[in-house]
């Protein structure tokens, strides 16, 4: 399940997106989505993955109340956009990627497929930037309810 919502997650923002390009290291160019992880790269060549998206599961909160199972999941959507010729675009740039990500979800209470909690989202920049990089990072609770069949009636 979490994976399938992490994908879910990426496929949403990436059609917010779709049409949009940003500052990069070779001039404009679209945002690249990256899943737990960015691949592992020389040094010298890290900048080519900038401007992204990394979509990162955080934690896991499961309830259990007569049959109903509340999943809450926590991701963490990282923003990263790079500025070594205009640090202030970079920084701005990920600003306004935060912000229609956050637009879409207050909007419609969702994400893709899944019910984003909206008075749980959070927005926090990295106050220690490391230059040129601009990271900005966007917390997200999804809910995730469904009907459980009798378990709760198992341990009575």
Known sequence: MIVTIENNIKEAIQEIFKEDKFTSAS?????KYFNGFIPKKKIEDEKEDFPLILIRFNT?????????VNTELEFYILIGTYG???FSQAYHEA?????RIKTKIVETGRLGDYFIHRDTIQG???PEQAD?????????TVK???????LEEEFV
């Not at 896991?60 to 109903?68: C, R, V």
């Not at 600003?95 to 912000?99: A, P, Q, S, T």
């Not at 040129?132 to 997200?140: A, D, E, K, L, T």
């Open 144 to 150: 995730v309810p469904y009907v459980n069949t009798k």
């Open 132 to 140: 040129p990089y601009i990271w900005f990072q966007m917390n997200i």
């Open 60 to 68: 896991d909160k499961y309830a259990l109340n007569q049959g109903i």
């Open 124 to 126: 926090l920049l990295n």
């Open 84 to 86: 070594e010729e205009n």
């Open 95 to 99: 600003i306004e990627i935060y912000e």
């Open 27 to 31: 001039g404009i160019d679209y945002l």
